[in-house]
Structure formats: structure tokens, C-alpha cells
């Protein structure tokens, strides 16, 4: 496993490593009950391999699902570097104990029953955590689904499937939600670097991760949906930090009051001012979106293509009503659109016919094919006065969505201005579609969505740009 | 073709029934030039058969794609309910003429050239409006890329395929969006009544399509893409009558100042104050949405649920971030959650595990199984505090999003109540929402998705209610 080496290499020696590489596992708590977490977790450990090896441990057995087991961890005879605990939420103490005397490295808590149970539960979490800082053992959980690192193999969690490998780093704060969000993944094919639910953030917090992933090569965007932000300052100084060199796209449940009691109830901690927040997210260069559906496609899009340097939007369409409701979205969510330059416009007249919309957006008409869609977008793209291009496309009689979308994919990397576009329609654009995503041009069904997508973008420069001026702490 | 038949005896004796389902129908300007309009619709019109007989009609062959053709309309030797007209634009007002002399009853009019190509243009279109009107011939375009009625089979488009039967009645301004609906909606499986583009609107218009849709037992909704909206007047009547029957959704292009200049450009007519339109669709009981997504949404939820008589959403979930979200959502919307009764919360407490949420969201914790939602759904339905449900299922460890779906069949028809669901996932859950949706339970991938088109619905019902509250003409 050549591969998995390269990435453990990769990863070796920064702190929460072991959580994503380990070479070492253990389950404490594994069973044979049919449907257990005990169970899942181990049998996702064996099937999905992760170059490593892994000790079931439990009192009881000889063998776990036919593996030696060992009745406790310390009596596991190589040392472990991550241990999965999924025993009762009383007996964990004493577990984290066991496990900082065999020198384990980390833990993922899968056990519920603590904070959000009341009073006693708060009172096991101290304990846990005071043992922990002790050992110099870190922690993820307790209450999650666990964590997968796709890119190494490893699936530590009772998901019912893996996680395919790509560029995304996706935290969640809800477990529930990961499982959900994973089987979507696989339906949309998004890959991802790390892919983890941190539960109710014993130790490691949303600064500890977003460090890390910041850190990681081969994380090109953080996703991240939170409920509440735990210990602020850290997760500022990191996003601060890591959003200046990879996006970081967080939705954040529970921004009205409302929603807010709800996830209080839900997670036992309450959520902050949600104005305060949102400032403290734009200050940080944290992107901060409203639909579930945004996290990820702004995930694609500004892991595709360039941040535009300014607001303004180009629109080139073959029909004049999706290049209208293009721009409504536009200016109703504050975004501007470009206005054509003389040049522009002049060039254009050359090579379009007479009754082309002569503004923006540029309608280049119905009977428009690949090469007038390519002639048309070489000139607006060298408009100065413009900050990114959208491409729209109906099938219309003499439409080629192939051939002008193979047209397109010269454009896909603009010196600084993003290009996205939307093809729409079903099956007649659909193998346009699939050339223009791999030709990383994020393209989208309705244009209303893409124009709203390329203001986020604007928003994130507007953030990033923020931070640059900003003095930040000295020695940053 | 009985059920053709059926569909023509049940549209006959209405003035504009001669567009969807006509007798006899004639293409004037029918060629063979591969790739040409005129030749397209021919054939659109031949091989989706609609009962009837076609009369190509070219002055220059004796066939067209092996079919008698016929000089002049004149020439025909039946009389012909439906005209198709594909000629130059300024060889158009001829046609008319002889087509008015004919007893021709009706003509599509898909040629462009006319107000949107300027001053000469609008001079054809008004001798044309002349002619027919003194002929009462009525006429559909110009511009425009023509009529589909699924339940005869008639296709006089052309567009590159057939649209499936349903029961969206379907107007569009664009001809260029219409493909693109098209397309989607044959990848999507919705179905339609009607889908035709309007074109410039000449003479029939949002009024008399309002008008023959509402009285169209065969469409449950009516669903239209505006960009101008003509004659008001004609509108806000029609629209006041038909939405106490049947919902009607818009999409009004132009909302914002930029997009209504575009718009001007595109369609060659003004589009007038937002707020002025916002304000008359209100208060005629139409519903208006921002998104093109949300158009058919709407569709879809308006025609299988009843209106709920309020704003207050209960939220039943298995997963309390979702939860969260969808409230967040509610709530930005303006929206309201449901404050469930004591009666509510006991019956809830009988049967739930001691950790359920206590409130809305009810969440019924990760472990629910079919048999636990069932029960819990019942309970939160009967509450006299709520107005709708929301029921939310994440794929965890116990779940079986099938059954449940199963389950949740029984509560698919609440006495004035309406039930959405969100089962989030991908593969996992799609034979659940597939027996949802077939249960007419719309389904939605996103949990936020489903508390807006909750909104929307109570938007609708807030919006008849003021139509019913305000007094109607005399005679009404």
C-alpha cells in the first residue's frame, strides 16, 4: 500500500495525526451483537484497510468476528496509537486511565451519555478530560460518528459505507447529519480528505481541526457544519490563519433564536449571538452560507476557479429570460453587473449579428453554436471592467451543448477571474455538463443558482480581504 | 384513440380549446431543409400523433416528408382548426388574411421579426392583431416556440421532444426556457397538461390562458415563467377567479432594476414596478417565488396536499441538526414553529425515550425506528396548536428509511393539514422517498428546502385568504 505510506509520510508529526494515520488501532468495546456500534465500527476498520493493525479489546471474548482480542488495552501487545471507545459512558474514566497508561496516543469517544445527559454526564467529561491532559492524550468526541480519513483508508466510525477520496475536509457537528451527507456524497460523486463528527468537543475543537486540515496538502476546501463554536478564540486564530490559503465554507445551525433553543436542547450547549458570530466568521476570512446545498457547491466552485477580484458579473447567454432571472439573483443578493467596455462592446458588434442585446447580459441569440459561444466569451473575458463570467445555455434548435462545452474548457483558467456556467436542461446538456466539471468549470442547472454562487465567491475575496488589512497579533 | 377523444369532449365549447386540441391542423411554411422550424413541427406534429390530420402547406412542393401538400391554406380541402405559421415575418400578415378567409379558428404564430425587432415590426403585428380580430381568429405568438397538450398527444413546437402527460399546466414567456423545463422535467418525470411559450402575446394572452386552464379539469396547477405581464387587468381577473380552485405559481423575470432593463432588450416591452406587481399578485391569490427551482416545487407540494390554515410548522426528526436547520429556515422565512400543547407533550412523553427534545423539533431520537414515528407522528398531527408537519429522517444505525416511509403512507391525506418530508441521503433512502412521493407526501433532499415550501404554501393560503376578505365585482 504504496499510497497509504505516501500519505502517512505526508501527515507524520503534526499533532492529530494519529486520528488520521494511525498505525495502531484498537476498539474497546468490541462485540459480536449483531447491529452493535461495538460491532460496525471494528468490521469498518478490517474492510475498509488502512495499513495498519487493529485489536478488538473486550473482557469477555477470546476473538472478536474471528480477530484475537485482549481484555484490556493494556494488555494488547503492541503499542496502540488510536483507540476507539465504545464502552458505557460510566466506564469511560476509567478506559481513558487504562488508555494513558498504555501509552495511547488519541481517542474517538463514541459513547453518548455525557454533557448533554445532564449534570452527571458533564461531571464524567471533566474527569475524562483532566485524565487525558495528564497523559498528553488527545480526544475526539465523545457523542460522534467517529472519524474517516479516505485517503488512508481508515474508517473509524459505524457509518454504513466509506467515504470516497478527494479534496474536501468535511466536520460536523452532527453525526446524524454526516451519515447523510455521506450518502449523498456517493450519490454526487464528492470526495473527500477527512470526513469527521467531533461530537461535543471534549478536547479537540474546531481551532485543533481546521489547523490541522489547514496544514494538510492534500485538503484543498474545509466544510464544516456547526452548532456551536466551543472555545472561540481558537477557532478564530485558526481560521484566520488556514482561510487565507484554502476556502473554509461553514454553515452554522441554530441562526435564528428559535433554531438556536432547539440545538440547545439537542447538544447541551448554548449557541452565541448570532450577529456577533457572523461578524467574527467575516472578520476571519470564514465563508458563511444559508442552505445546506450552498456548503458544497461553494466547495467546488472556489476549489475550481480563481476569486474574483471585484463584484462585477459578466452574463453571456443564447436566451435573453435565463440571462434576466441570472441577474436577479444577482442584485438581490447585493452583487453587481459588469458594465461593458466601449471595447467590448465594439468587438463584440464585429463578430455577432446586429441584434445581439448590445449590454449585459450579452444575449449572443438563439442560433448562437460553439464557435460564436467561444468568440463571444474571449472578448468579454478580456473586459477590464468585469470581475467573472457566467456562460448560459439553453438547448435551442441549432444548440450544440457538446461542442460548445468542449469550446468552453479553453477558458477555464483565467488570469484571476472565475468562469462558471450553467447548461440546463437534462439529458440534451448533460455530457456538456460532465466535460465542463472536469474541465473545472463548476456548472450548475439553473442560472439563478451560479449567479448567487459567484457572489459567495466575491463575499469570501471581500472577507480574505478584510484579514489582509487587519493587524493581526505580532508574531503571526 | 379513446382517451384522446375523452380529452377533446371534455375541452370542447372553451375558445381556446382549438389550440390544444384541434381537429385539423395545417403548417404554413412547411419545408424539408434538415434542421429548419418549419420542418421540425411537421414532423413534431406527425409522429406524436393527436388524432387528427395535418395539411402541410408550401406554395413550391407537391409533398413534404411525403405528405400532400397544398399551395394556399385555401387550397386545403378540409376546413382547418389550427394553423402553424413558420413564414417571414413580413409575409405574416398575408397569411392571416387568407387564413381568416379560410375559417381557420386558431394560429400559432412561431416566426420572429416582429416587436422586439423594432417599430416595422410592431406595425406587422398590429395589422395582423387587425385582421384576426375582425376574422375571431385568435393567435398565439409571435416569437414563440409553440403549444404542447401531452393528454391529446398534439405537439405544435419545435422543440426537440414530447413533454409527459401530468397535471402542470405550464406557461412560459421564454421559448428558450421552455427546452430547458422541458428537458428537466423529462429527467424529473414530471407531467403536464399544457406547456406552451406565449411568445409577444399579440392577442391571446395570461388572461385567456388563466381562464381556459382554470376551467381545464385535467390541470391541477398552473405554473407560469413571465418576463412582461401584458394586459393587467386581464391578468389580475383571471388569476382573482382561478386561484380560489387551483394554485398558480410565478416566476416574475425582471424583479430587480438591472434585470428589467435586460428584459426591456430582450422582449422589446418594459417590465413594471416590482413592488406594484408583487403587491396585485397578492392580492389575486398568485403565488410568487424567487427561484426557478421553487416554480415546480410549488407545482408539485400545491397539487398533492391540502393548504395549511397557518403558519406554525411542527418538525418531527430523528436527528436534531437537521432539525435545527429547517427551523433556521422557518424562521429567516418568517415563518412560525408550532407550540405543541400539554396534551401533546404527554402523549409524546408515553411513548418517546426519556432524552426526546421536549419541544418542537420533536426529536425522537437516533434510535427511532418505523413503529416509534408512526406513533409520534400521529400524536403531533392531532395537536390543534400546529398547521402542518415536517417529518425528517436521517439514516442512522436503526433506521430503516423504507418502512417507515411505509409507515407514513397512512397519514398522507391529514383533514386540512399538510405532511412534507425530508429523507436525507442518497441511495439509502431513495426507495423510501420514492414511496413517499407516490404517496403524494412531496419529499425534499434538504430539511430547510421543506420548511420553505411550507412557508410558501401558508404564503398561499394568506394570499386567498385576502381574496376572499375583499369584495368581488358585482355578479362574481
Redesign the interface.
Known sequence: MADTETARETLLGRPLVVFFAPRTGAVIGATETP?S?GR?ILWNLIRSPFGGTVFPVNPKRPSVLGIKAYPKIGDVPERVDLAVVVTPAPTVPGVINECVAAGVKGAVIISAGFKE?GPEGAALERQIRERARRGKMRIIGPNCLGVMSPLTGLNAT?A?AMARPGSVGFI??????C??????????LVGFSAFLSIGSMLDVGWGDLIDYLGDDPRTRSIVI?M?SIGDARAFLSAAREVALTKPIII?K???????A???A???GSLAGSNEVLEAAFRRSGVLSV????DLFYMAEVLSKQPRPKGPRLTILT????????A??????QSGE?AELSNETIEALDRILPP?W?????I?IL?DAGPDRYAKAVEIAAADPNSDGLLVIL?????TDPTRTAEQLQAFAKLEGKPILASW??????AEGEGILNRANIPTF?????AARAFHYMWLYSYNLRGLYETPTPAGD
Chains 1, 2 share one sequence.
Open positions: 447491529g456500534v460496525t445527559a459505524f454504513g460536523s457537528q452532527s453525526g446524524a447529519l451519515t447523510a451527507i455521506l450518502d449523498w456524497s456517493l450519490r454526487e457544519y452548532e454553515i445551525a441554530g441562526r435564528t433564536e428559535a433554531a433553543r432547539a440545538a436542547s439537542h447538544t444559508n442552505h445546506i446545498a443564447n436566451a435573453g429570460g435565463p440571462g434576466v432571472l441577474t436577479d439573483e444577482l442584485i438581490l453587473l441584434h442585446s448590445h449590454g449585459n447580459p444575449d438563439g439553453t438547448p435551442q434548435a441549432m440546463m436542461g437534462g439529458a440534451e446538456v442547472s439553473y442560472p439563478d443558482t
